[in-house]
């Protein structure tokens, strides 16, 4: 299993230089977010093919892993394309910290580790020979199920809202953007609850309580809603700041009169 795991980390600290390489070259460095999305496409196949679980349980929760992963770093890429030369301003932000691309490199190398880190449910489970599904699993992947769903719902909304040209400077409140300033967030923590649900049960399991502790503390604290609200208000202004006044941060809940 820890060959296994360093064999993952190794093919994705590759693939990351890679993309920095072509983002340094490209001047775009929003294709970190792509290939942080894609990761788990990456590595949950390769633990089921070279594991000795049964193939039934390790393959469905791999491919619900694989459909999230594909399905989020495709609306990314597909964002990042369509924004291109205009970088996201998270990015903008660490151009003014960071000159030069060296702690660039550094930075894609740690987030590389992250996968890794975000992938250890899916090797917990490809590792367990134990037979059948335990509740805990099944009701793990109903979750995750329901969570990559409610994710794609909230971006689609997102996505429908922005391409209309009435919309511009306009507020973002129509399904279940009128629930939770953040709904694609919520979703994403839930995911990865699911997911440490699934690997729970499994020899290590436990240890994927990493996965929504951190991806909580990215939401919470780094580049999620904090980022994401400063970045609104600055555009919004008091547009925003209604919506702050009458919508749920995170888990969707009826609105405030």
């Known amino acids: 299993m820890l060959t296994l795991f360093f064999m993952g980390l190794a093919i994705e600290m590759v693939v990351f230089a890679v993309i920095w390489a072509v983002s340094v070259k490209v001047h775009n460095y929003g294709l970190l977010d792509v290939a942080w999305s894609y990761g788990v496409a990456v590595l949950a196949p390769l633990y089921a093919l070279n594991s000795p679980g049964p193939a039934a349980r390790k393959w469905l929760i791999a491919g619900i892993g694989i459909a999230w992963s594909l399905r989020l770093g495709t609306y990314i890429l597909l964002r990042v394309l369509r924004h291109h030369p205009a970088e996201d301003i998270r990015y903008q932000t660490l151009r003014e910290r960071w000159p030069g691309p060296a702690m660039f490199l550094i930075f894609f190398e740690l987030q590389a580790v992250i996968v890794a880190i975000f992938a250890l449910p899916f090797l917990f489970i490809s590792f367990d020979v134990s037979s059948g599904f335990r509740p805990l699993a099944i009701a793990g992947a109903i979750l995750a199920l329901i969570a990559l769903c409610g994710e794609a719902l909230a971006d689609f909304q997102m996505q429908r809202f922005k391409a209309n040209a009435a919309n511009r400077g306009a507020v973002c409140q129509e399904g279940l953007w009128h629930y939770s300033r953040h709904p694609n967030y919520f979703f994403e923590s839930l995911i990865w609850c699911a997911f440490f649900l699934t690997a729970l049960p499994s020899p290590y399991g ?13 939401l919470f604290k780094v580049t999620g809603i904090p980022l994401t609200e400063e970045y609104s208000l600055r555009s919004k202004g008091d547009l925003y700041r209604a919506y702050q006044r009458t919508t749920s941060a995170f888990i969707p809940w009826f609105r405030k009169t």
């Not at 990493?210 to 990215?218: G, S, V």
């Open 206 to 218: 436990w240890i994927s309580i990493l996965c929504p502790l951190l991806m909580l503390y990215f």
